[in-house]
């Protein structure tokens, strides 16, 4: 009798860890997963790590996983399209210019940052160590739908991110470091 009761519990505890296993793999199967490249004037370069965009209560979250960057703080933000080519504009040649603007589907036309009233592919500035490794992971508190990012792009710029639209537009990052197209 007692063997089948612990046989009993045990079929449970494995039923019980069967359905963790099971809600895990689903959730893992619900992150979007995004390789950076270099962008450079003739398309996307060489792969410089992954982005992986979890959902979350409190917004999405971004677990970075990049090497090969120049260290100290980068504008990193969501673009409009899903496609990291170059475009030419008065004859030159934008690496990941295809991307097009910071995705603003509010139509707000003003850059304030990943918890200011503006667009809403501002993130938080990516900071990059000393060996040009960012690990960390950073929240996009206004994106509760991540699904509303798929075929768009993720952007990491240059320069820092001021969060504000003076003295230079949009934070003032400058120009396109590293791009990778969200899937759809």
């Known amino acids: 009798m007692l063997a089948r009761g612990f046989l009993t519990i045990r079929l449970a505890g494995a039923a019980l860890a069967a359905l963790l296993v099971a809600a895990a793999s689903a959730r893992a199967a619900d992150d979007i997963t995004v390789t950076m490249y270099k962008a450079t004037p003739s398309g996307p370069g060489d ?15 971004l677990v970075l996983d990049l090497h090969g960057l120049p260290p ?65 992971t950073l929240t996009a508190p206004h994106i509760k739908n991540i699904d509303d990012l798929r075929g768009k792009a993720l952007m990491i710029h240059v320069g820092g991110d001021n969060y504000s639209d003076q003295p230079v537009t949009l934070g003032g990052g400058g120009l396109r470091l590293a791009c990778g197209s969200i899937p759809k």
Not at 47 to 61: E, K, R
Not at 78 to 86: A, I, R
């Open 72 to 136: 100290g703080p980068h504008g990193f933000h969501v673009h409009q399209n899903g496609n990291c080519g170059p475009t030419v504009m008065n004859s030159v040649r934008i690496p990941a210019g295809a991307a097009g603007s910071h995705w603003d589907p509010g139509g707000t036309g003003k850059h304030a940052g990943p918890a200011g009233a503006g667009h809403m592919g501002d993130l938080p500035v990516l900071e990059v160590s000393a060996d040009g490794t960012a690990n960390q």
């Open 47 to 61: 792969a410089l790590g992954s982005v992986t965009i979890v959902a979350a209560g409190d917004g999405a979250h």
